[in-house]
C-alpha cells in the first residue's frame, strides 16, 4: 500500500560524501538513524556536545512511531506528562498538554514543538531509508548509504531505530487479490478516511486494533472485528488536564523526573511492594476495584508480584474477565472477549475508552478467529471457516517485527563482514542494549536487551543518549578511536538478562516481546526485566568500572589538523 505523504513535507537536508564532502563542509562525527524521540535526542545531545551530526530518517517529518501511525485513535498509553523530554527544563515550562492521554495529533505538535525550539530539522534528511552500514576497519568509520545512493561516514553510528519501526504483513493467503481498500495502521494514509456507509473489517486486536475499533465502531456502517487473541485492556479514565494542575507540574517537574529516573517503569506510574496475598480476599479486591476506577495501569502497580507469582496473577485476570461480562450484553460475544491461556500482563497491557462497549453497537461484529479461522482473504472480503464476509475496507492492525527487526531488515556489517543477521541468527544479543561485540562504536537507542518496551522510551532514550555521549567524551580524553563490546562482557550482560527472564510470566505468552509473531524468528524474551532504575544502575556502573567490559582501539589513520 502506497502511504499518502501529509501536508508538511520537511526539505531534505543531503549531505552525500559527508566525510571530506564537498563544499569544505566538515567531516560527520556522528550519523543517527532514526527521527522518532531516541533521534532527535541524541541529534540534539551530539550537537551540543560540538560533534558534526547528520539523521536520516524514512519518514517524512519527524516522529517515529507517531509520524506513521495515524489510524483512528491513536492515542499514548503513558501519562502525557510522564511521556515527554525531560532533557530541557525550558521546554517543560513552555509546552502545555491538553489531555491526560495525548493523542497521536496532539503527541506530533509536541515533537513539532520540540523539533522547531531546538531546530532539529536542518540535521536530518528525510525521506530516506538507509539500506547498508558498513565498519570500515581500516579507516575505523562506519559508511552508510541510502537506497537513493547517498552515502554517509562518520566514526559513530547511533540506531535510534526504535522497538516498534517495522510493520509485520499477516500471513494470511490472498492480501493482494483484495479489491477494496486495504489500510495498513502503521503505515496509515495522512488524510481521513471516511468511514460512514462503509462495511470494515479489523484484523488484530492488539493495542492498536483496540483503538482503532473503539473510533471505527461508531463511524462504521458495519464493522467485523476478526480476533485471533483477545487482549486484556482496562478503562483509561481519560480527563483534561486544567490550568491549576499543569502549574503545579512545571512548579514539581524536578521531582517527578527524579522519581520517574528511580522508578521500574521509568514513569510515575504508582508501584507498590505489597505482595498480592500479604492482604486479605476482601482488601485485595477493594485494590482491584480502586485501580480499575482510576483507570490507565493503574492495576500493573497494584501488587509487586504480579509478574512472578501465577495464582496471584490469575486471580487478577479472573477479576478482568468480570468486568468483561458485566460491560457486554451479548454472553456469547462476552465469553469470546475473555483472554484465557496466558498471563494477564504477559501481552502488552492495554488501556481503552469504550472498547468493550463498542460491541454492544448492532453494527458490530466480532469473528472469534479460534474457533472460526481466517482462510484467506478473498477480492472481495475475508473468508472464514464459516464463510465469507464481504467489506469494502480491510484494517491490518498486525503488529510489528518488535525490538529487532528495524536492525535486521537492512544490512548491518561489523568488523570481519559479519551482519547483524548473522550475530542475531539464534537470538538478539548485546551488551547493555546498547552496543555489540564485533560492531566497534555501533550504538543503538532502546535496543535489545535493554528495558525496551518495559519502559518508558523516552527515559530509556535519554538514559541511553546520556550513556553513551559518556562514553565518546571518555574515549576522547584517552585518544581511543574505537570501543565495542568483549565477548566475556555481552555474554555477562545476556546471562543476566535471561535469568531475569526466567523469574517472569512474560515468557508464557506469545508475543511480540518474545518474537513468536514472526514466522522463522528466534523465540526468547530479549528485554531486561529488571526494572528501569536497576537498568540505569546497571549502565551506570559500568562507566564507573573504567569501561571494563569494552575493549578500545587507538587510531589507525593519520590525524588530521582541524
Known sequence: ?????????????ARADSIGGPGGRAPL???????????????????????????????????????????????????????SYAFSPEIEQEWNWSEQFAGQPELLRYIDFVATRLDLRKH??????????EWDEARQLW???????????????????????????????????????????????????????????VIGTGSTGIQIVQEVGRQAGELYVFQRTPSFTMPMRNVRLEPEYLAEVKRHYAGIREAARNSAVGGVRPQSTRAFFSVTP????????????????????????????????EVVAEFVREKVGEVVKDPVTAEALKPRGYPIFARRPCIDTAYYETYNLP??????????????????????????VALDILILATG??????????????????????????????????????????????????????????????????DWIAELIVHMRKS??????????????????????????????????????????????LTMFTGGFHKYREYCAAAAEDGYRGLVFQASVRQTVPA
Not at 500500500?1 to 537536508?13: C, D, I, V, Y
Not at 534528511?125 to 547498508?132: A, G, I, K, S
Not at 535471561?498 to 511480540?512: C, E, N
Request: glycine content about 12%; some cysteine.
Open 1 to 13: 500500500m502506497k502511504t499518502e505523504q501529509g501536508a508538511r513535507a520537511p526539505a531534505a537536508h
Open 29 to 83: 562525527d556522528v550519523i543517527v538513524v532514526g527521527g522518532g524521540f531516541g533521534g532527535m535526542y541524541a541529534i540534539y545531545k551530539f550537537r551540543e556536545m560540538g560533534m558534526q551530526v547528520q539523521g536520516i530518517e524514512a519518514g517524512g517529518d519527524l516522529g517515529g512511531v507517531w509520524y506513521w501511525n495515524r489510524y483512528p485513535g491513536a492515542r499514548v498509553d503513558l501519562p502525557s506528562i510522564d511521556y
Open 124 to 133: 536530518f534528511q528525510f525521506n530516506t531509508r538507509v539500506n547498508r552500514a
Open 143 to 201: 559508511t552508510v548509504t541510502t537506497e537513493q545512493g547517498q552515502r554517509y561516514e562518520a566514526p559513530y553510528c547511533i540506531m535510534a531505530t526504535g522497538p516498534l519501526s517495522v510493520p509485520k504483513e499477516p500471513e494470511i493467503e490472498g492480501l493482494k487479490r483484495f479489491k477494496g481498500r486495504l489500510l495498513h495502521a502503521a503505515k496509515w494514509p495522512h488524510k481521513p478516511v471516511a468511514f460512514a456507509g462503509q462495511r470494515v473489517g
Open 282 to 313: 476482601e482488601q485485595r479486591r477493594s485494590l482491584l476495584e480502586d485501580a480499575w476506577k482510576q483507570g490507565g495501569l493503574a492495576m500493573l502497580g497494584t501488587f509487586s508480584d504480579l509478574m512472578s507469582n501465577e495464582e496471584a496473577n
Open 363 to 388: 453494527s458490530v461484529h466480532l469473528i472469534d478467529c479460534l474457533n472460526d479461522p481466517i482462510l484467506e482473504v478473498t477480492e472481495k472480503g475475508v473468508r472464514t471457516q464459516s464463510g465469507e
Open 400 to 465: 510489528y517485527d518488535g525490538l529487532t527487526g528495524a536492525l535486521t531488515a537492512f544490512d548491518v556489517v561489523g568488523r570481519g563482514g559479519r551482519t547483524v543477521n548473522e550475530k542475531w541468527k539464534e537470538g538478539a544479543r548485546s551488551y547493555l542494549g546498547l552496543m555489540m561485540e564485533g560492531f566497534p562504536n555501533l550504538f543503538m537507542t532502546t535496543g535489545p536487551n535493554g528495558p525496551a518496551a518495559l519502559a518508558n522510551i523516552i527515559r530509556i532514550s535519554e538514559n541511553d543518549v
Open 479 to 524: 585518544a581511543a578511536a574505537s570501543a565495542e563490546p568483549t565477548a566475556q562482557a555481552e555474554q555477562a550482560w545476556m546471562d543476566i538478562v535471561a535469568a531475569l527472564a526466567r523469574r517472569s510470566l512474560i515468557t508464557k505468552a506469545k508475543t511480540w516481546w518474545v518474537g513468536t509473531n514472526v514466522k522463522d524468528k528466534p523465540s526468547g
